[in-house]
């Protein structure tokens, strides 16, 4: 039959016929979408759930088939012909420069308050190829600092990735005493190996600031404690009173006690309060 006889069958016929060779995936994909608005005309579909769902099955199976085509595709850029232990100690200088949390106090407040979004910092290099990924992944240093802003499904990634190294902890207490809260057991579980650790609190979650940790934290060199309203006493007892290589202190509407301080050997105190 002639080509100019053939009967119409649809703008994406048209375009899949004349689509190069080097794109028959997406030929396939627009047959497989004229197959489904064709059930639907035809009033073969078992109901828009049904069809959702089936569509929802192959959309993921075509999401699954187009990442590990990317990554065929990004093995063969550049980039991904770095050694992973040169892409390792480019990244960690690049963690230096850029972390993956606020650090400075003067920010805590607006952390708190205004809620900015989560800092990626280094972290951003997992998302350029496969192979940044795995390596960044492989390396345990990378992953010493864990933040509750990204959510704790991170969080807890975060952690496992550090292996066995010193971890700093970034938390954010926004919730009322109740139930046990999730990140307040990281700093238990990981007490031993704790270097840093940062805690904000909106006013609610300072009530929060009396089940610290009361473990042993023999590395813990820094201890940052936020609170945005009212003053709230810590533990007599926080980290079982052994902190030996606890060198700063930052607590504002936090209290400590007195007791405490002098077996400390502090090379920077700060103490404010709204008060103040």
Not at 80 to 102: G, V
Not at 173 to 196: D, Q, V, W
Not at 220 to 236: G, M, S, T
Request: charged share 25%.
């Amino acid at each position: 039959m002639n080509a100019s006889l053939q009967p119409t069958q649809g703008r994406e016929h048209q375009e899949s016929v004349n689509t190069p060779d080097g794109s028959l995936c997406v030929t396939a994909i627009r047959e497989r979408a004229a197959v489904h608005r064709a059930a639907s005309y035809n009033g073969r579909d078992l109901g828009a759930h049904s069809r959702v769902a089936a569509m929802d099955s192959e959309l993921a199976a075509i999401d699954s088939a187009l990442a590990d085509f990317r990554r065929d595709r990004n093995s063969l850029i550049l980039a991904a012909a770095c050694p992973p232990e040169i892409l390792s100690s480019i990244f960690l200088f690049l963690a230096d420069l850029e972390p993956n949390y606020y650090s400075d106090p003067d920010e805590y407040l607006e952390l708190v308050t205004r809620k900015p979004r989560p800092r990626q910092g280094w972290m951003k290099v997992i998302k350029v190829c496969h192979s940044w990924r795995a390596a960044a992944f492989a390396d345990g240093r990378l992953w010493t600092t864990a933040t509750t802003t990204m959510g704790l499904w991170w969080t807890r990634e975060m952690v496992r990735l550090s292996k066995n190294f010193s971890l700093s902890l970034d938390l954010r207490c926004t919730a009322s005493p109740g139930k046990e809260y999730y990140p307040f057991t990281l700093i238990t579980k990981n007490a031993h190996r704790l270097s840093r650790l940062q805690v904000l609190c909106s006013a609610r979650g300072g009530e929060r600031l009396g089940s610290l940790c009361k473990e042993p934290a023999p590395m813990l060199e820094a201890l940052y404690i936020f609170v945005r309203e009212r003053k709230h006493q810590l533990p007599d007892d926080v980290f079982a009173k052994h902190m030996p290589r606890l060198r700063e202190l930052y607590l504002h509407n936090a209290v400590l006690s007195w007791d405490l301080l002098p077996g400390l050997r502090l090379t920077h105190l700060t103490l404010t309060s709204n008060d103040c």
